[in-house]
Nanobody
Framework: QVQLVESGGGLVKAGGSLRLSCAAS????????MGWFRQAPGKEREFVGA????????SNADSVKGRFTISRDNAKNTVYLQMTNLKVDDTAVYYC?????????????????WGQGTQVTVSS
């Protein structure tokens, strides 16, 4: 049974930082592109970023470029989302995702597995 379990969400003031983690189990982690999506209240789910199988390549949404960094540790089956200079508009539930791939061709459009999400709230 595949599980993606997010952690690290919480309440932070604008300008602050948070690091989200996603622990994966039940799948060959190094064979999956890992990524993050988010969904704010009343808005559609939005792609945040994805990282290649080895962690060498990454793709981020324009809205978070220069502020968010996605990385992975294949030895720990964990993917991270380091968020800095947080803005009120970053408030959302953040979801960890996984897509099987044999090589990096940019961020996939479709993902095989989704986590339950972790809430990030940024106050002004």
């Amino acid at each position: 049974q595949v599980q993606l379990v997010e952690s690290g969400g919480g309440l932070v003031k604008a300008g602050g930082s948070l690091r989200l983690s996603c622990a994966a189990s039940g799948l060959p982690f190094s064979s999956y592109i890992m990524g993050w999506f988010r969904q704010a209240p009343g808005k559609e789910r939005e792609f945040v970023g994805a990282v290649s199988l080895s962690g060498v390549y990454a793709s981020n949404a324009d809205s978070v470029k220069g502020r968010f960094t996605i990385s992975r540790d294949n030895a720990k089956n964990t993917v991270y989302l380091q968020m800095t200079n947080l803005k009120v508009d970053d408030t959302a539930v953040y979801y960890c995702v996984a897509a099987w791939a044999n090589r990096w061709q940019g961020a996939p459009r479709n993902y095989d597995y989704w986590g339950q999400g972790t809430q990030v709230t940024v106050s002004s």
